[in-house]
């Protein structure tokens, strides 16, 4: 039974944390709520499964010897690093994604060129994507060397909202391609000394204060 209905088809889904699932009317016990922050290495895929079969954030648990069935709250491209939090709890991870809370994350581009201030306050004002503007970031120059070919800009980037590929269409948008992009901070975690591949249990702090985040 899921609750309270007979499950009559092979196949049936449920979310072992969320749904009452009972066996000849025995509830069967929630799993632990987990909560794993992870530091993505590029080449891998934010999500369970990948029709391509490259490698997945879920493979990196495996390896790990974390079992269970886990799933990415929000996404980070393949060609991207850095941090990404994989849970089994499902109110954990549908509030640090919707919108509303705004909850920041930070990243770390590495660009070809160094753009100018009117590129900076275009991409802090907001770039037209998909017919919507985006809304107003954070974009700080951090540092400047000289690249084989031309010059590169590292530049620190904080946004409220998380469009497929955003950060790296933004500066697209301006003539400055993104090079290397690595999320640092979700939230008040901060990426630390971990290191790709790296990962580690959320402490109860930082679950309250993600779960604090900002609601408008």
Known sequence: ??????VRELGT?????TDDIRVDGRRLPKPERRHILLYKPRGYVSTRIDPEQRPTVIDLLERAKIRGYFYPVGRLDYDSD????LTNDGSFAERLMHPRYELERAYEARVRGVPDRK?????????PLDGERTQPARVELLHVSDGKATPQ??????????RNRQVRR???????????????RIGAVGIGQMKPGDLRELSPREI????KSKNR
């Open 153 to 162: 800009a590292i530049l620190e980037v904080v946004l409220k909202e998380g």
């Open 170 to 184: 933004m500066f697209e948008a301006v003539g400055h391609p993104v090079l290397r992009l690595t999320r640092v």
């Open 119 to 127: 590129s900076l306050d275009k991409l802090r004002n907001g770039i």
């Open 1 to 6: 039974m899921v609750n309270g209905t007979a």
């Open 82 to 85: 850095g941090l990404i939090i």
């Open 208 to 211: 309250t204060s993600l779960m």
């Open 13 to 17: 889904r449920a979310n072992p944390v």
